[in-house]
């Protein structure tokens, strides 16, 4: 998207009411659903969710101060649910690798202990005798 536009959109969006923002964000999807050219980016779980809350809150005739302040607290806790994710994603990769280390491990031949004795002297077969 051409920023120059973007940031022209974002000026005069900032001068409406919330009410007219949804309008506003009805209309883009109906533009979305009609002519975009890609698909949007598929968003994460807890975004869906949320945005599924504010639909409905919205088709139920909510008051729009009452959707916002309701997404606001929604907001804040997807960041503390999106920040467990990843702390979980993290403690979960650091098992793994520890994992593969150990089993590395294991499968490694044991490294050889320093011998302090010397070497037994190694001593040549001897024939057999011929007076059989």
Wanted: aromatic share 6%.
């Amino acid at each position: 998207m051409n920023p120059y536009v973007r940031d022209r959109i974002n000026r005069k969006l900032d001068t409406l009411s919330d009410e007219r923002l949804y309008q506003i964000l009805d209309y883009v999807e109906f533009l979305e659903s009609k002519y975009a050219e890609k698909s949007a980016p598929v968003a994460n779980v807890f975004t869906r969710f949320a945005e599924g809350v504010e639909d409905k809150l919205r088709a139920g005739g909510v008051a729009v101060s009452t959707v916002s302040e309701t997404m606001g607290f929604l907001n804040k806790a997807m960041g503390v649910l999106n920040g467990v994710a990843q702390t979980t994603m993290t403690v979960a990769g650091d098992v793994v690798n520890a994992a593969k280390t150990a089993a590395d491990q294991v499968g490694a031949p044991p490294p050889a202990a320093p011998s302090t004795q010397p070497a037994p002297p190694v001593v040549p077969p001897t024939p057999p005798s011929a007076a059989a």
